[in-house]
């Protein structure tokens, strides 16, 4: 009989107790995982949604950047406007690669869900937005043929959600134009599967706001000094400038402020996990005095005992750790629901980003401090003298 099968054994005596400290340790690496996977999924969907605006610096009219800058990766309404020929303007500065002007636009549907809701319309330039977007692809139809069309490209899930196909009618509640759908867009995973796109011209002319914007998308060519640029911009009357690299560190400032204090419930979850393993196998080390004072009696050593009640630690922690980092692979999506109803902004994509090198990590740390809380249990077995405990069994 190996070392491993009599640890193993012991640990069955007692299956309810090393089931609830399994149980723990399983716990302690599913928080664990699940918000090393979080941290990492949130990262790469960030950067994704910054990445696919297709700009470097927006500008929006006076009023809240990191409120702008939301509403704008997510698609909503509420936005202040700015004066068209800001454009020229900006155009002047030499770090200037490329600029798209954006037009959204809000309007009450009744018709949509159970007591209406807003539809969100986004007027965008023919010339220059397709470029900004070159990762979005047609299912069906092309862009506009320019901007003074009554035409209208669909984001997948809009026009699921319109059912409409290239060549239908878009209604517009309160609009008496016909609009025409020219183009439906792949799913591209981001904010733009739930837009629907309309020549800039068109949405100044059908909602009355003619030389308005409520965004300027800026690309910057390639080795310019954006900071530069930004402070001559910020000169610029009635308008905001919100640089994407700084909404992306403020973003993931708050949210590293939340996960701190996360991690710290998880280091005390940690923390009585291992404590439970220490309960646990000190118990069982008591319960078996005279047994391994019996073996040691038979030639053990004190190493032999030490290896076999470290072993035990080693396999609860196995056990328990390969449970949780299971576990939180089953209730990624979930724990990603959770995240998305509780944050005021989340991104596109898995929140919940787990692999083999997060669970790898989460499964060691874990391992690592059982073992190294199993090593005063199993130093007391080795300590035990033969002769005082078959004595004390006796007595």
Known sequence: MTIYTIAYKNLLRKKTR??????????????????????????????????????????????????????????????????????????????????TPMLMHGVFDPNKGENGAIAAYLGVDAASFPGMKPYLDFKQGGWFTDNQAYEAVLGYEAAELEQREVGDKLLIPGVARDI?????????????????????????????????????????????????????LYDLPDVQVVSMAQVKSTIMNLVNSARVIVLGIAGIAIIIAMAGVINTILMSVMERYAEIGIIKSMGALPLDIFRMIWMETALLCGFGGAAGIGLAFVTARLAEAAVRYFLPYAPNGALVALDW??????????????????????????RVRPLEAIRSEGE
């Open 357 to 382: 090198r997060i669970s790898g990590f989460a499964f060691l740390l874990i391992t690592a401090g059982g073992l190294a809380s199993g090593i005063y249990p199993a130093w007391r077995a080795a």
């Open 18 to 99: 090393t089931a609830l400290t399994a149980g723990g340790i399983a716990l302690s690496a599913w928080v664990l995982a699940t918000l090393l996977g979080f941290n990492r999924g949130y990262q790469q969907g960030l950067n994704k949604d910054i990445d696919n605006m297709g700009f470097q610096v927006l500008l929006t009219a006076k009023g809240c950047p990191y409120e702008a800058a939301t509403l704008m990766l997510k698609g909503g309404v509420g936005l202040r406007y700015m004066p068209a020929d800001v454009v020229k303007t900006v155009f002047k500065n030499p770090e200037v690669d490329k600029v």
């Open 180 to 232: 025409r759908v020219v183009g439906i867009l792949n799913r591209s995973g981001t904010q733009d599967d739930g837009t629907i796109f309309l020549p800039i011209t068109t949405v100044q002319n059908l909602f009355n706001r003619r030389g308005m914007l409520t965004g300027l998308g800026i690309r910057v060519k390639k080795g310019a000094d954006i900071s530069a640029l930004e402070n001559r």
